[in-house]
């Protein structure tokens, strides 16, 4: 599984002009899932997410977590994070046929809602514009096979 993650003071999907999820303060969570990926990567993933420390405490450190700050994640399945890109066109054989990535992309999805965290999703597989207000920009990326 690899995820973009992106700290955010606002974040939205919509899906033909309609608002389908929004956040605030939060997470912008990209999603990608490979053949190879477990109900385990989801939930060690979802772990290691909610307890990243990239919010700043009252000395201006990067020191708090997503629930010390009442933050919400934005999640968006994201099949292209495990493009081809040797040639000019992307090929995308390395991600997750949708009966393998669906169950995963829920698995995760209620990890972090396991963490009480405030959840709202695109639609897997739907066309969708995402927008949101970067901020710091922090922006990191998780793979399970190196996490």
């Known amino acids: 599984m690899r995820a973009v993650v992106t700290r955010v003071n606002a974040a939205a999907v919509r899906i033909d002009g309609e608002v ?22 989801a939930t060690r993933l979802a772990e290691k997410i909610v307890h990243l420390r990239v919010f700043s405490d009252a000395a ?4 708090l977590a997503l ?3 009442g933050g919400s994640a934005l999640i968006v399945s994201q099949f292209t994070l495990y493009a081809d890109l040797k040639k000019r066109r992307p090929g995308f054989s390395h ?8 169950p995963l992309y829920e698995k995760f999805i209620a990890c972090m809602r396991a ?3 405030p959840v709202a999703c ?16 922090v ?9």
């Open 20 to 41: 389908r999820g929004q956040i605030d303060r939060g997470y912008l969570i990209l999603l990608g899932i490979a053949p190879q990926d477990t109900e385990a990567d």
């Open 60 to 63: 201006g450190k990067m020191n």
């Open 67 to 69: 629930a010390d700050v």
């Open 95 to 102: 991600a997750a046929k949708p009966e393998t990535a669906i």
């Open 115 to 117: 963490h009480d965290v």
């Open 122 to 137: 695109g639609v897997f597989g739907a066309d969708m514009q995402v927008s949101s207000v970067n901020d710091g920009p």
């Open 139 to 147: 922006t990191l990326l998780f793979d399970t096979d190196e996490v």
